[in-house]
């Protein structure tokens, strides 16, 4: 029975002691990770709006490599518009390459391809088709017209599209708010929310698959907290933008935010981020603004 | 089916008749049970010393052994029961029914194997039976004992994750486990995510764990079945066992109901952590407020048995458990307004069987069985908001679910003593709700309410089997053919069929050692969509359909077996298993996102595994335990997955041992210890990053830039081995009206750092670096358990 006691003891003390150990939950490891060839890394997102072709260029790097990727200062950025040579993309700053169209850049269903070549990296392309304009059918504005998931009274936006029939269509929704001061019209991002469990949340805003809706007329409903309007203001009106993306795009953004929500989290199955650049990494995108829809206030 | 049952009656004639007409023969049959609480013993042994010739109990503690007319010398006996010797003439059929009275009561009597009992008389291989008095005193986290945490420290069984209870059977995943509780399925084994198993050990009689070489009778699943099955409940007296711990306390109760031929059990275990904290929580809110907060798992186990007679016996046991997480929260105001807001998670299981056992002949035994099962998920949240007249209302709700109905018949045959045949049938309905949306808004202008996800389904499963254990000398075989089908209905309407065979082979060698070899096919027809790491509610349970096919496997395996100096047990067994149509989430897909069907999120693929187990156990004496150690390799490949090349499993684990000794110091004083050893989980890990724009507005010149990291292959990496020492003290004293014992114990008892998961993050002085998460210090526990 002694030497039981003296166990007990021993479970106690070695409980105490080791239970103050530092860091036990989290500590540094080695892991021996294979060398990384850099590879390029190529984000250009554009619209039909655009006049102004912008694309940043960069290098990939080992995880464990203590410096930052560095841009590229000097590569070779060219787009192709249906299979011809649309424009070079001089370096500007920063790792953004960009030239300045006359106009926008338009015409839905058109073919561009982005080429980037650098001296010591394979050369990557990337290939997409510009996505038709889709008109707002109508949109409204309720002060108070709707409640939050915690049961406030917030204003509501409700926004009506129809969609294309058999296609796998997916849209970006663009708010703003605007009035005018002194001859002077300031529009400002105003963000809006969402019960509508369709809706994706990404760093860029409100994305929306077609899924529950392939074909039909969709009433999209999103609300906001307390919609200032100061009495001196001119003109105020909410802008609505309907942006119908290609697919890449939404996958790109989708994927992003899955790995913001994956970093850190390990019961997350890890988040691949989309890239659709041949031999590289990154994404070369379209997406085709509809015409403003304006609801005065 | 008419002309089946004509079939298998014919066939039963036969065997029957080429047994007599040798020469003249009796059978000797009943039920052995034990001494003290009227329990039925599952696999006791009775063995004619004359003849050398000997059966086992079933489930149900039946048996029949016939031979020639003879006097016969018997021995009958059970692991940790005294065993009993009778002579008598067998001149005639004879029924009769032992009782053996438990070694535990009886110091001075040494218990030692008899021949019957020795591991290499058994046919099957790949089969493990853990007592569950053994179960009780492994050491456990927090002191609560587990059932699949002690399976766990079997060869050939991975555990997943730091204290998670999923099983990995020779490379198989938890949802390719048939998990039976008295023959009915459990879909969901596990509470608080995983940390503790279903499974109350108080109401548990037997716990029985197949790994391959699978008779016919089993079916469904590939990669294992256990058994449990319950208590039935002390014939004699009033009986009651509990327990106070850490984490939760148990109480069980079972005894007669009016005379000795029915009894019953209830025992319920329920955890208090929201208890404790209510008068916390109290003291916190303010007038006009109120707060609940609902964090608890419970189960609750009953059954009830009664004997008409020694040919009809009718059973009836159900088991209900549920974990809760919620909050329920009110604010009123003094003019009558109010907001309301409730939110809730819960999961749990319900199974029920009645079953009836039918002594049709002395020979023939019939099980009729109805089963119930279903596990769902619910998660709710709900606001209501009065001001003044108006009433606005929201409430969004989740839930999943599969529910079972089954009807099943189970024939056990036995003509002679060379041959036990079994045969049956099932069908099951599967009824699933595969992850649905509920939404409804109320106020005085907006009326919504809509479901959105992925529709219910329903299937039909049927099973037919027959199986026949035969002895010729030193040659044993198990037999059989596992016929299944599967019909689900609705848009992915398909039907589905397998015809599996099964072999178990076994020859004994002069020096009693037995070789052993087995193969197997499988079919599973019902899949788990799961998140490999954590065992979490929302897990899905989803048919086979046109476009998801059944996994199907197949396994051989061969070994020797051999029982040394009377008291271990020494297993050798090797193995190779071959998986089809395994089923896995694509990569970065969110499973509870509305964006596709289900079957959209999958992906189907081949999972090979093979290894090597050895297992020396000692069953008896003041020290017991055992060793365990496995060689394996997991792999799985899919055609979108990882690029379409093989990877390994996530518990892909190439060396594991378990150690687990038990030694009763003195009559009131017993230490247990566990030691584990595993190669570290296989994991994925970035391999490089780069930058990208992630919002850009030139018009007012902002640009945020981001670094993203890329992981690289899947499951490339491995982290730090995985070891760890738990002990337990147990000290008993028996008091006048009751025992008790207090255990005082210690998981991961020298501070192991194991490695959960591994991050990239910076080190302390900013660079670079992996860093590693672990999840369970030295966590000490004490309980008090209780027994009357």
């Known amino acids: ?134 008109d707002i059918i109508s949109a409204s504005f309720e002060k108070d017209g709707t409640i939050d998931p915690e049961g406030e009274r917030v204003d509501e936006l409700v926004i009506k599209f129809k969609d294309q029939k058999d296609v796998a269509n997916y849209y970006k929704v663009e708010v703003y708010f605007e009035f005018t001061i002194e001859d002077i019209t300031y529009r400002q991002d105003y963000y809006f929310d969402s019960n509508d469990p369709a809706v994706n949340f990404t760093n860029d805003g409100i994305y929306l698959p077609d899924i529950i809706f392939d074909g039909n007329t969709y009433e999209l409903r999103l609300y906001a907290y307390d919609l200032f309007v100061d009495e001196f203001w001119e003109n105020p009106a909410l802008i609505v933008n309907l942006v119908h993306l290609s697919s890449d795009k939404y996958f790109r953004e989708t994927s992003i935010r899955a790995y913001e929500n994956s970093e850190d989290n390990p019961f997350a199955e890890p988040a691949v981020i989309f890239s659709n650049i041949e031999n590289g990494y990154g994404i070369f995108s379209l997406e085709a603004v509809g015409p403003e829809y304006r609801i005065p206030l | 089916m008419k002309t089946i049952l004509q079939v298998l009656c014919f066939v039963c004639y036969f065997l029957n008749l080429s047994a007599q007409n040798t020469q003249q023969r009796f059978t000797l049959s009943g039920y052995i049970s034990d001494a003290a609480s009227g329990e039925e013993l599952i696999s006791a042994n009775v063995f004619d010393q004359k003849s050398g010739k000997g059966t086992v109990s079933n489930t149900y503690g039946f048996f029949s052994l016939t031979l020639p007319k003879d006097s016969v010398v018997l021995s009958i006996s059970y692991i940790g029961f005294e065993t009993k010797t009778v002579k008598l003439l067998l001149d005639k059929d004879i029924s009769m029914n032992f009782k053996l009275s438990s070694a535990v009561e009886l110091e001075a009597v040494e218990v030692v194997a008899e021949k019957f009992d020795r591991i290499e008389e058994e046919t099957q291989m790949s089969r493990v039976e853990v007592p569950v008095e053994q179960i009780k005193k492994v050491p456990a986290l927090l002191g609560e004992v587990d059932v699949l945490k002690t399976l766990q420290l079997l060869p050939g069984v991975q555990s997943g994750g730091e204290g998670q209870n999923g099983l990995y059977v020779r490379g198989g995943s938890p949802d390719q486990n048939l998990v039976l509780l008295d023959g009915v399925p459990v879909y969901n084994v596990s509470h608080l995510l995983g940390f503790f198993s279903v499974f109350n050990a108080d109401a548990i009689k037997n716990v029985t764990l197949t790994k391959g070489g699978f008779p016919a009778r089993y ?205 049956g049938t099932s069908i ?152 089809k149509n395994v089923v896995s989430y694509k990569e970065g897909v969110d499973f509870i996102g509305l964006e596709n069907d289900w079957q959209d999120k999958v992906t189907q693929g081949d999972g090979e595994s093979y290894g090597l187990e050895l297992f020396l156990q000692k069953k008896k004496g003041k020290t017991t335990g055992w060793l365990g150690y496995t060689l394996s390799w997991n792999w799985r490949q899919f055609a979108e997955i990882n690029g379409g090349e093989r990877y390994p499993f996530k518990y892909d684990r190439r060396h594991d041992v378990s150690l687990v000794l038990s030694h009763q110091i003195n009559k009131n004083v017993s230490i247990t210890g566990a030691w584990v050893y595993g190669t570290g989980n296989s994991i994925t890990l970035p391999l490089f990053r780069y930058t990208t724009p992630i919002y850009v507005d030139l018009q007012n010149q902002q640009v945020y830039i981001r670094e993203v990291e890329t992981i690289g292959k899947k499951n490339a990496f491995r982290m730090a081995a995985y070891h760890r020492l738990d002990i337990n003290i147990e000290f008993y004293k028996k008091k006048r009206i009751y ?50």
């Open chain 2, 219 to 423: 079916g469904g699943r590939l990669s294992s079945v256990l058994e449990i099955n319950m208590k039935e409940g002390n014939t004699s007296k009033l009986r009651g066992e509990g327990s106070i711990g850490l984490v939760s306390s148990k109480l069980t109760l079972e005894g007669p109901l009016g005379s000795e031929n029915t009894s019953f059990i209830v025992s319920g275990r329920r955890t208090y952590i929201d208890l404790l904290a209510r008068p916390f929580i109290k003291s916190q809110v303010e007038e006009g407020e109120s707060f609940n907060l609902k964090l608890f798992f419970y189960d609750l186990n009953a059954k009830i048995n009664h004997k008409f007679n020694d040919k009809h016996r009718l059973y009836f046991s159900t088991y209900s458990g549920s974990d809760v997480f919620g909050v329920d929260s009110k604010e009123t105001y003094e003019d009558g307004d109010y907001f309301k807001l409730n939110n809730q998670t819960d999961w749990g299981n319900i199974t029920a069987a009645l079953r009836w056992n039918y002594l049709i002949t002395n020979k023939l035994f019939a099980n009729t069985t109805l089963t119930y099962s279903q596990f769902n998920f619910n998660l709710t949240a709900a606001v209501e908001d009065k001001y003044g007249e108006n009433l606005d209302a929201y409430s969004a709700k989740y839930t999943s679910g599969i529910y079972d109905w089954a009807g099943k018949i189970d024939f056990d045959y036995i003509p002679n003593p060379n041959h036990y045949i079994r045969f």
């Open chain 2, 739 to 788: 025992e008790r014992w207090w255990t005082i114990g210690a998981y991961n008892i020298y501070n192991r750092n194991n490695p959960y998961f591994i991050y990239s993050g910076r080190d302390d002085q900013g660079n670079r670096t992996f860093r590693q998460v672990s999840l369970f210090p030295i966590v000490p526990s004490v309980s008090w358990r209780f027994k009357f």
């Open chain 2, 428 to 579: 099951t309905h599967h009824r699933y709700d595969p992850g649905a949306f509920q939404f409804e808004v109320q106020s005085d202008d907006i009326d919504f309410d809509t479901i959105l996800g992925s529709q219910e389904a329903k299937s039909f499963e049927y099973t037919l089997y027959l199986e026949d254990e035969m002895s010729f000398g030193a040659f044993r075989a198990n037999l059989g053919v596992h016929a299944s089908g599967f019909k689900v209905r609705g848009n992915e309407s398909e039907f589905y069929y397998s015809v599996q065979p099964r072999i178990g082979l076994r020859y004994l060698l002069n020096n009693d050692l037995a070789i052993k070899a087995s193969f197997n096919t499988m079919a599973q027809y019902i899949n788990l969509l799961t998140n490999e790491s954590l065992s979490l509610p929302t897990d899905l349970w989803v048919p086979s359909t046109k476009r998801i096919r059944p996994q199907t496997a197949w396994q051989v395996a061969g070994g020797v077996a051999k029982t040394l100096w009377d008291e271990y047990e020494f297993s050798v067994e090797a193995y190779y298993k071959q998986m």
């Open chain 1, 1 to 134: 029975m002694q030497n039981i006691k003296v166990i007990v003891l021993l479970i106690c003390i070695t409980a105490l002691l080791t239970a103050c150990k530092d860091d036990f939950f989290d500590q540094v490891v080695d892991v021996d990770i294979p060398e990384h060839t850099p590879a390029l890394a190529v984000t250009c997102n554009l619209s039909n709006q655009d006049s102004i072709l912008l694309a940043y260029v960069t290098s990939s790097i080992g995880v464990l490599e203590q410096e930052n990727p560095e841009t590229i200062t000097d590569a070779k950025v060219e787009l192709f518009k249906n299979g011809e040579l649309f424009h070079t993309l001089p370096y500007i700053d920063q790792g953004f390459y960009g030239w300045e169209i006359e106009g926008l850049l338009g015409n839905e269903n058109d073919t561009y391809e982005l080429r980037v070549e650098k001296e010591g990296f394979e050369s990557v392309n990337s290939m997409q088709r510009m996505p038709d304009q889709i």
